[in-house]
């Protein structure tokens, strides 16, 4: 009886010029499967053989993707010696950052290295979403395929991520700040309707704010977090290039396909090229000018190395002059006057200050107004926004387009509210709340009872 | 045709068994995360005896309790803000005055100021301004029987005109 020859019985023939290597995960027995593999390997192509020169500009997207990527780069290579030196338990939390801060060595530099990134973080993560918003680079261009709305749905979870990290991050040193920012937070939790006090009851895995909770805030911060936005960012990045890279590059194909240009030169691969072209040849197409594009490698690569480099010099030269603060440790019976989140939820403190509302004897708690509701409708209505823009396809990827102007004004407005919020609960606010102009001096109260 | 047909059941039995045996897991786990025991303080707490309260006002942190005290009356009111739970601190007002509040005479000696979104209570613990939805809450205060201790019930909240009034 005769056996088709298994893969054993025939000695693995290497195509010309390809010689084993012990680290290759294919041998290509063939050139054209050598091909293949160069052509299908997902490291080869991170970038794509050409990028538009108009993507590259500093002064299009300001790169703030490629600092927000880097940062969180920083983060969690900072992160690893703290997830070391950090015990996640009530009684020695607090003790072990001070330990982090004052003790160990270059503990208090990679401890602010840590909340410099994350600090910076939230603020590029933010610009870079306004600056998507601003450029019209949701919207689909010219490219086949594109789904650039959907890669807006993952940058806005993205940054929401960011938003939550930066949160249970700074719960971790269960200081004053850590303690009574879980108060006020999971009590906004609570605030909602009928499921409030479960979902608060599940975040503090019990009814007062205890190891459980930091435990619980802990795993968040180094697993879930941290595991969700690697593998949104991996899709966010994905996105970008079966979009066609940024929104800038589909509007460079444009202007060049109507300009009249001098004859290019032609080529035709295919048959199938051939048939549809009304001559036999095909135009080629304007990803392959040179005066548009340049080779990713070495021009984008070098950029973005640039950039990475930068954003890494800059965060570990502030880390060495700017200290991480630790407030006083943990104390459930003080709150301390006036408690302040940090500035990037400044505006949420503020607007839950200011949205109860009493209609005759009724009263709409402001910590569910202003701390769900509200914050629930601009977060879904930045998602859905994509949808909602009507502007021709044109206005993807340029600066303020005209067609785009009233919601860019109205984006505008909001980002200004938020921003005056944040100065006002910055500056604005003192002993219990109260507000303070800027030249006032806040009354001298004791901090602790 | 019927060998078809019972390899397409067993597969989708074993898809479908697969799909059931992973949700239940996954809802396992999740079960697991909701607190079968709630490690809570104690809310039926002894404050000690009567006689170590001041004339006026005494807060005690650890409850969160602001306990008043007119000579053999005393009532208690919450320190915990209505609004999102900090604990509210008590301004001693400059004279103190009194109010009828729910038909009974009661003597404020202060006012309550939050430090996280700057709600106002008034003595009583009424809501006067700020973001507070609500009263501060007042609790039931009695006298425990072996002892004579001042008992607070944190769970038990009682009506703006309720006083422990001791023989």
């Given at each position: ?194 499921i409030?006090?479960s979902?608060?009851?599940m ?20 697993i879930f977090?941290?595991a969700g936005?690697?593998a ?218 | ?8 059941f067993l597969i989708k039995t074993g898809i479908g068994a697969g799909a059931v045996a992973l949700a239940a897991q996954g809802a396992a786990s999740l079960r697991s995360l909701v607190?079968n ?131």
């Amino acid at each position: 009886m005769t056996t088709a020859p298994t893969h054993e019985d025939v000695p693995i023939q290497a195509a010309p010029g390809v010689h084993r290597k012990r680290f290759w995960s294919v041998r290509p027995a063939s050139d054209r499967e050598s091909g293949d593999a160069i052509a299908s390997n997902f490291l080869l192509h991170w970038f794509p053989a050409k990028s538009y020169k108009p993507s590259l500009a500093w002064s299009y997207s300001f790169w703030l993707g490629t600092i927000s990527a880097a940062l969180l780069l920083l983060l969690v290579v900072s992160g690893l010696p703290l997830l070391v030196l950090y015990v996640p338990s009530v009684e020695r939390a607090y003790g072990s950052v001070k330990d982090i801060e004052y003790v160990v060595t270059f503990g208090s530099w990679i401890r602010s290295v840590h909340r410099l990134s994350a600090h910076l973080m939230v603020a590029v993560v933010f610009l870079h979403l306004a600056r998507v918003f601003l450029t019209g680079a949701y919207k689909n261009g010219f490219g086949r395929g594109q789904k650039r709305e959907w890669n807006w749905v993952i940058g806005v979870g993205l940054f929401l991520a960011t938003l939550l990290l930066s949160f249970t991050g700074y719960l971790l040193p269960w200081d004053q700040l850590a303690y009574w920012a879980i108060t006020v937070g999971t009590n906004i939790a609570s605030s909602i309707p009928f499921i409030g006090p479960s979902v608060r009851e599940m975040l503090l895995g019990g009814r007062t704010i205890d190891q459980p909770t930091l435990i619980r805030f802990y795993v968040l911060h180094v697993i879930f977090l941290p595991a969700g936005v690697g593998a949104l960012f991996g899709y966010h990045m994905w996105r970008v290039r079966k979009d066609g890279g940024l929104a800038a590059a589909d509007r460079a194909a444009t202007l060049r396909e109507k300009a009249p240009s001098s004859p290019v030169p032609t080529k035709t691969y295919t048959l199938l090229g051939v048939a549809r072209g009304t001559q036999p040849w095909v135009r080629i197409s304007s990803t392959e000018t040179k005066d548009l594009t340049v080779s990713s490698v070495p021009d984008l690569l070098r950029r973005m190395l640039i950039v990475i480099l930068g954003t890494m010099a800059v965060v570990s030269i502030l880390a060495v002059f700017i200290a991480s603060p630790l407030e006083e440790p943990a104390n459930p019976l003080v709150t301390p006057n006036p408690a302040k989140a940090p500035w990037y939820f400044l505006w949420l403190q503020e607007i839950v200050t200011d949205t109860t509302i009493r209609l005759g004897s009724f009263t709409i708690n402001g910590a569910f107004l202003g701390g769900v509701v509200l914050p629930g409708v601009l977060i879904t209505l930045l998602t859905i926004w994509p949808w909602l823009d009507r502007s021709p396809r044109e206005a993807a990827g340029v600066w303020f387009a005209k067609t785009r102007w009233r919601q860019n004004v109205v984006f505008l407005i909001l980002v200004l509210f938020v921003v005056a919020f944040t100065y006002v609960g910055l500056v604005m606010r003192g002993p219990y709340w109260h507000f303070y102009w800027p030249w006032e001096t806040w009354p001298d109260l004791p901090t602790r009872i | 045709m019927v060998d078809k047909n019972r390899r397409d059941f067993l597969i989708k039995t074993g898809i479908g068994a697969g799909a059931v045996a992973l949700a239940a897991q996954g809802a396992a786990s999740l079960r697991s995360l909701v607190p079968n025991v709630s490690y809570d303080a104690p809310t039926t707490v002894k404050l000690g005896v009567p006689n170590d309260f001041p004339e006026g006002m005494r807060f005690l942190p650890d409850q969160r309790l602001f306990v008043f005290r007119e000579g053999a009356v005393f009532h208690a009111v919450s320190a915990v803000c209505t609004h999102l739970g900090c604990t509210v601190r008590a301004e001693a007002l400059p004279a103190a005055e009194t109010k009828i509040v729910e038909g009974h005479p009661l003597r404020l000696t202060h006012q309550f100021l939050c430090p996280c979104h700057g709600s106002k209570y008034s003595g009583d613990g009424g809501n006067v301004s700020g973001p507070a939805p609500k009263p501060l809450a007042w609790y039931h205060l009695s006298l425990s029987a072996d002892d004579g201790e001042l008992v607070v019930d944190l769970a038990r909240e009682v009506g703006r005109e309720f006083r422990l009034t001791l023989a």
